[in-house]
């Protein structure tokens, strides 16, 4: 993998977190902090998850010197009483993670990150926080749908359909 591919799968990744809060701002209140799931999350925890995930191991991954998010660190749901502050913190992270991956060479990508000690190379972890992502907002997806608010197809290629036509 490179660093073009690891880019192309962030900028997917958000298209489709943004396309789940887009549809989750039409819902009220109440139903935005339902506890129905369909999986062990609800609509909110689950996306709160996502973010929290997308922090974390960003933190892990790209500085050995930083202090590493605890158990006890895991960013709570009930601090996110609506999406529109969910989305504004979710998209401060997406700056610092932008930042992160434009610092990171091709042959960074093909070797350890700096605190892992298991082998994997970087782009591994790279893909993984970005399978988990699209599994956590497929997931939200299905409850947006559930309430009557859903995100439409979010897929790879929908994705690559959009942001083409954007783009001319």
Known sequence: MRIAQA??????LYWA????????????APVFSSDATV????????LVHELDVEWSWRVRLQDANAE?????AELDARDYPTVAALAEHWRRDEVEMRAWLASLTDADLDGPPVRM???LPLWQFIVHLVSHGIQQLSE???LLTRAGHSPGE???????RATRHAQR
């Open 17 to 28: 977190r943004d396309q789940v809060l887009e549809a989750a701002s039409g819902l009220e």
């Open 140 to 142: 939200t997806a299905v």
């Open 68 to 72: 590493q998010p605890g158990e006890d």
């Open 154 to 160: 979010i897929g790879f290629l929908e994705y690559v």
């Open 39 to 46: 999986t062990t999350r609800d609509l909110r925890s689950t």
């Open 117 to 119: 000690e298991d082998g």
């Open 7 to 12: 880019t192309t799968l962030f900028d997917y």
